[in-house]
């Protein structure tokens, strides 16, 4: 938690000291059931900022800030039955030249390989790298950051990248770029100079954004959408943005502390096209928000959390949210809850909230990072520390939905393969886009089919039929045309 201002670094401070008997518990969900998978050693890694991501290959990828062979933190997978391994240790290399602290997720691109960023590290006075890692756990160092003067090429990348339809990978730095406010780049997946499409803080005291640290997402217009954790009309909120693939920027809200303030968490779209995110403090109560904001940048403040005194319904999120296969959006807080160590929560496009769970610390606590939901139905997330080891841990949370499949890229042209990730498809005896049945179509593992789309004329649902059962897309296959 990157922390400026002096008010919000003491809430922060005296989070420890807060009696967990003080603490009144929210009311939870009784659908659910939560579940340890695995707590970090400090030999496998340590204090993960970043959330999970699913392979093609079924498994679950993620990263650690530090810990690790050399200390400098892991990139890892875990099944989701929780069988754990470390597949590489950053700080491998002299001055930490493969880079070290990897605070962002990872991405798995189309051509199967995953993509991340490390915070430190790196040839040029740790400022950060971009790096390619194979699921075997080889690793190729894509870029490393402030090779130019005064780091206009960007430094120090928080947020991870996210592949966008024309195949490049799109990001941030949190500082560097032509004003110091930090950039938002392309990259190819075989490495090169970023591409630098803006630069924050290009406008006088940086009413445009300062210091991204979410992860863009792609909208389904095709623009980029983010946040930034400074900057903005009010100086020191940060504000929301929209910015083509060529770099037109466009500023959509500037917080002003009332609705909310270090948007850190990023965006997700939801199925009914609109923009959902969390604010880490501030709003109504003074411990966060979720919001709710269109194309255009009209926001509404959904929920402020700590109701009261006590904030059984969690404080400070500092996570993107999901939407699940019902719906509802969901999300965690970094502290809060029946003992003070964080919240699962999940809460309706309405703003209606519910508490899930509350970490005790022994299984995990102060979630960073927020939830993904595995084509399973089941919810996988880590922790910044508790476990039995107080490093972090990784965990699941079946709220006992269906299994579903996802569809990567989410959207592409006839004629194009894509890839079906999901459960149980061995001896899948149906594809279909809609009504047609897709061309071309390999099972190439329990998890995995490639497909080729055929001659649909709109957006649908895919749907596959197996021994298991059938299994449909959520949301739909887009189009492109």
């Not at 809200?253 to 403090?281: K, M, R």
């Not at 009504?435 to 390999?442: E, G, I, M, Q, R």
Request: with cysteine; net charge negative.
């Amino acid at each position: 938690m990157q922390v400026t201002h002096s008010t919000k670094a003491s809430w922060l401070a005296t989070l420890s000291l807060i009696p967990a008997l003080m603490l009144a518990a929210a009311i939870p969900s009784s659908a659910q059931t939560f579940t340890s998978l695995h707590s970090f050693a400090g030999t496998d890694g340590s204090n993960p900022y970043a959330g999970l991501i699913q392979s093609t290959g079924g498994k679950l990828y993620g990263t650690t800030s530090g810990g690790g062979t050399f200390e400098g933190g892991t990139v890892f997978t875990i099944t989701t039955g929780g069988t754990f391994k470390s597949l590489y240790s950053f700080c491998k290399l002299a001055s930490c030249a493969d880079g070290t602290d990897p605070r962002s997720p990872l991405v798995q691109a189309t051509n199967g390989n995953f993509y991340g960023a490390t915070f430190g590290g790196g040839p040029f006075d740790s400022f950060g790298t971009l790096y390619q890692i194979t699921s075997s756990g080889a690793l190729t160092t894509l870029y490393t950051f402030c090779q130019l003067s005064e780091c206009t090429d960007g430094d120090v990348p928080y947020g991870g990248m996210v592949q966008a339809l024309n195949g490049l990978l799109y990001g941030t730095t949190n500082g560097g770029g032509a004003h110091g406010g930090g950039t938002v780049f392309d990259i190819k997946t075989t490495g090169g100079t970023p591409n630098i499409l803006y630069s924050f803080c290009s406008l006088s005291e940086c009413t445009d954004g300062d210091a991204p640290q979410a992860t863009l997402i792609q909208g389904t217009d095709g623009n980029f959408y983010g946040s930034t954790y400074d900057g903005g009309a009010f100086t020191y909120y940060g504000n929301v943005f929209k910015i083509t693939s060529t770099g037109t920027f466009t500023s959509l809200h500037s917080f002003d502390g009332t609705d909310g303030d270090e948007p850190i968490g990023g965006l997700t779209q939801a199925i009914d096209g609109n923009f959902y995110g969390t604010t880490q403090v501030d709003g109504a109560n003074g411990y966060g928000t979720v919001y709710k904001i269109t194309s255009s940048g009209t926001l509404t403040t959904l929920y402020n959390f700590c109701v009261s005194s006590a904030c059984p319904d969690g404080s400070f999120p500092e996570d993107p949210l999901v939407q699940g296969t019902d719906g509802n959006l969901y999300g965690t807080t970094f502290s809060g809850g029946a003992f003070g160590h964080g919240t699962i929560f999940s809460i309706t496009t309405a703003g209606v909230l519910t508490t899930l769970h509350s970490f005790d610390n022994t299984e995990g606590g102060q979630p960073w990072a927020g939830v993904i939901q595995d084509t399973n139905g089941t919810f996988y997330g880590t922790t910044y520390s508790g476990g039995t080891s107080n490093l972090g841990a990784v965990y699941s949370l079946s709220m006992g939905l269906a299994p579903f499949i996802k569809i990567n890229p989410p959207a592409a042209k006839v004629g194009a393969t894509v890839t079906i990730l999901g459960t149980n498809l061995t001896g899948a005896t149906s594809v279909t886009f809609g009504t047609l049945p897709a061309t071309s179509v390999k099972i190439v593992s329990s998890s995995e089919i490639t497909a080729v789309v055929p001659a649909i004329t709109k957006n649908v649902k895919v749907t596959v039929v197996a021994p298991g059962g059938t299994y449909s897309t959520y949301p739909v296959f887009r189009l492109v045309k």
